[in-house]
């Protein structure tokens, strides 16, 4: 299955995109990564877990995106539900559910942390899709999304791409957090010059 909902709504101009085992890798990657340098207080192997685990709802339920107007409680519930189903018959089930649980609560070290690097990969495949030209705020499909009012505050606050609204969205999770200045950097620079060996600015 493909982690493709959020792009296909924005009408990608790609024959492929990231897959949930992609996302999932790049997460635990950010999370090693940012742990190495930052020193985050969490329990690093507590947090990849939860990384690979949170996204197993996503089997019976896909990548649900704020354009499908499911409300977080229901997402929750259905998510809970399909976690269940797909740990059905395991001994661990309750405790990997317990897990999953307290990544989409946000509240312990771990979860938060989590969340950040889970937020953040996202928004680097976006920034590197625009940067592919593969994502376009102009494009004539995209013009209903501008009508809405958040997008529509975000793009007059200076938002100039899909992008940057991916960004600005999750501001206020980074807020305050070590991943913010890696956030306001993927938002300010040219991210695929480091895949091209350095030749872009």
């Known amino acids: 299955m ?23 890798y790049g997460t635990c990657i950010l999370a090693i990564a940012i742990d190495s340098e930052y020193k985050i207080e969490a329990d690093l192997e507590k947090v990849v877990f939860m990384l690979v685990i949170h996204e197993l709802e996503e089997i019976y339920i896909g990548d649900l995106t704020p354009f499908d107007k499911i409300s977080i409680e229901e997402k929750r519930k259905i998510g809970k539900e399909a976690v269940e189903k797909v740990l059905d018959g395991m001994l661990k089930q309750e405790e990997y559910v317990k897990l999953t649980e307290e990544f989409n609560d946000g509240v312990t070290n771990e979860s938060r942390f989590a969340k950040l690097c889970d937020k953040l990969e996202c928004d680097i495949q976006c920034k590197i899709y625009c940067e592919e030209n593969c994502l376009s705020i102009n494009k004539e499909e995209n013009q209903i999304y501008l009508k809405n009012k958040f997008i529509d505050k975000l793009i007059k606050q200076g938002a100039n791409s899909i992008s940057d609204l991916f960004i600005e969205n999750d501001r206020n999770i980074f807020k305050g957090e070590e991943v913010e200045e890696i956030a306001n950097y993927v938002k300010e620079n040219n991210i695929l010059k480091f895949r091209d060996g350095g030749n872009k600015k």
Do not use: M
């Open 2 to 24: 493909l982690l493709d909902n959020g792009w296909k709504n924005w009408n990608i101009e790609r024959d492929r995109v990231e897959s949930v085992a992609e996302h999932i």
